[in-house]
């Protein structure tokens, strides 16, 4: 007898039900998300202006971006930015929630602490950090820092490049580590408390049982940890913008700052998305560099 391959109403019925709960998704997606790109792209190749006739000059915006001297070093800074941040948010995470992982005495409140600056918005955020490190001597941290007799004068936070820089990567460290913890808690909190028990047994120190215990373990959230802090470190833009509003002297300007500066107060669109395609290229390499890194690092401590 042979089998029939037509579908039953009823499963008909629960495939159609599933794609018409997949259809808000869908739809959300075409217009936020793949609508955006395509008009960008096309745009990226027009001398696009909201009160001139566009004009389609193929890839001149592209190419005026690469030979354009301002561009590089945005680049340099990001990339800078990058190297030093994403690594330390990583260390900072995993080393406080392994101290979260102990239950003790007020930890709901400590992991509170940690979490709770990640949902507020970036301009009361920096505003209030604009205030902490202001130049004048009524500065928060320049009055204490005083007090304390650590200075004699006001610091001017924004006045030096590598300050400025500092600054930024401290604040935004503070800002976004919260979310991290709580990926590397829960994944610590998965790991069986008897493989610690055998490694101790077997004399392997705390930085030992980090390698070959702790890291293969926690591989799958770090992988998805190091691509979501690249992204974000790339997309650089609001702590540049509003603490040192790009200075001192354009050192602290990032790739989506000088964006902002091509797009909006230059009014030139066009450009502002072959730029916005420069920043996805980048980010696509550098998180594909840091993946493989990351892999073969937990390859080799696999071995």
């Known amino acids: 007898m042979r089998q029939s391959h037509s579908k039953s109403p009823r499963s008909f019925r629960r495939e159609v039900g599933s794609w018409l709960f997949l259809l808000p998704h869908l739809f959300f ?40 001297s301002r561009f590089w070093p945005t680049v340099q800074h990001t990339v800078i930015f990058a190297l030093i941040s994403v690594p330390l948010v990583i260390i900072v995470a995993i080393l406080f929630a392994h101290i979260l992982k102990k239950k003790r005495f007020g930890q709901l409140w400590l992991l509170v602490a940690f979490v ?76 069986p408390p008897e493989q610690y028990e055998s490694a101790k ?62 797009g909006f107060e230059r009014q030139d669109f066009g450009r502002a998305a072959a730029i916005s395609w420069y920043i996805f290229a980048i980010v696509l390499i550098f998180a594909v560099i840091q993946l493989v890194l990351v892999t073969k690092s937990i390859r080799s401590t696999e071995g």
């Open 116 to 191: 709770s600056p990640a949902f507020f918005g970036s301009v009361g955020i920096l505003s209030s950090w604009k205030w902490i490190f202001a130049s004048f001597p009524s500065g928060l941290a320049n009055y204490y820092l005083d007090k304390v007799g650590l200075i004699n004068k006001a610091v001017s936070w924004f006045g030096s490049t590598s300050v400025a820089w500092g600054v930024i990567i401290l604040v935004t460290v503070w800002w976004i580590v919260g979310f991290s913890i709580l990926l590397y808690l829960g994944a610590l909190q998965r790991i």
């Open 29 to 68: 997606f075409i217009l936020f998300v793949a609508v955006p790109l395509v008009f960008g792209l096309i745009i990226s190749f027009f001398n696009w202006s909201l009160l001139k006739e566009n004009v389609f000059i193929g890839f001149n915006n592209y190419v005026r971006t690469w030979n354009d």
């Open 201 to 262: 047994l077997d004399g392997a120190g705390p930085w030992k049982r980090f390698i070959y215990i702790t890291l293969p373990w926690i591989k799958s959230v770090l992988f998805f940890d190091v691509v979501r802090q690249a992204i974000l470190a790339f997309g650089l833009f609001d702590q540049a913008y509003i603490l040192s509003g790009g200075g001192p002297a354009g050192t602290t300007r990032t790739l989506v700052y000088y964006l902002y500066l091509v």
